[in-house]
T-cell receptor
Framework: AQKITQTQPGMFVQEKEAVTLDCTYDTSDPSYGLFWYKQPSSGEMIFLIYQGSYDQQNATEGRYSLNFQKARKSANLVISASQLGDSAMYFCAMREEYGNNRLAFGKGNQVVVIP | DGGITQSPKYLFRKEGQNVTLSCEQNLNHDAMYWYRQDPGQGLRLIYY???????QKGDIAEGYSVSREKKESFPLTVTSAQKNPTAFYLCATSPGQGNYGYTFGSGTRLTVV
């Protein structure tokens, strides 16, 4: 069964606008971590933000914030004030405490920022 | 600077040949991972190793082999048994148990010609 679901089609975003990328997950483990990575066209995976399952507050890192809704099992990434350099694939991933430290990835969301 | 080195960046292989992709790290991380990425797709786990001299199959291990003789190194061999080896291969590391993310290398793009 798929653990991470990212189903949005490719998105075009106007520069300086905010964009929300959806991610839902499936786990029965009470302790888990959620991650977002950015993959520009060069291919490297860049870590953006982390949310622990027991964290009370939504994670924020600069222009990135995570809208964590535990009961709905969703962990949406919000990018504020989009920049041209934000054009990339974005991957949501989950690591379960009892999952042998494996990160399970979603299929990704393509974002293109237009001037 | 600590990091992960994957080499080569681009690799061409003739059908029927084995090829080995290199992954070296100086982060002193215990765990290392190999992922495969196909165009427009997410990452799929091939093999992983949590300690030296030990490794486990991931979700798509058929046609691949690995070794972990040193903490710093986790080479991946793509064998001739892999039916569709053309893909982007990413190596990653993590410190070990706990809610740590992965650090990724820059990847190797393998093309079978």
């Amino acid at each position: 069964a798929q653990k991470i679901t990212q189903t949005q089609p490719g998105m075009f975003v106007q520069e300086k606008e905010a964009v929300t990328l959806d991610c839902t997950y499936d786990t029965s483990d009470p302790s888990y971590g959620l991650f977002w990575y950015k993959q520009p066209s060069s291919g490297e995976m860049i870590f953006l933000i982390y949310q622990g399952s027991y964290d009370q507050q939504n994670a924020t890192e600069g222009r990135y914030s995570l809208n964590f809704q535990k009961a709905r099992k969703s962990a949406n990434l919000v990018i504020s004030a989009s920049q041209l350099g934000d054009s990339a694939m974005y991957f949501c991933a989950m690591r379960e405490e009892y999952g042998n430290n494996r990160l399970a990835f979603g299929k990704g969301n393509q974002v293109v920022v237009i001037p | 600077d600590g990091g992960i080195t994957q080499s080569p960046k681009y690799l061409f292989r003739k059908e029927g040949q084995n090829v080995t992709l290199s992954c070296e790290q100086n982060l002193n991380h215990d765990a290392m991972y190999w992922y495969r990425q196909d165009p427009g797709q997410g990452l799929r786990l091939i093999y992983y190793s949590q300690i030296v001299n030990d490794f486990q199959k991931g979700d798509i291990a058929e046609g691949y082999s690995v070794s972990r003789e040193k903490k710093e190194s986790f080479p991946l061999t793509v064998t001739s048994a892999q039916k569709n080896p053309t893909a982007f291969y990413l190596c990653a590391t993590s410190p070990g148990q706990g809610n740590y993310g992965y650090t990724f290398g820059s990847g190797t793009r393998l093309t079978v010609v």
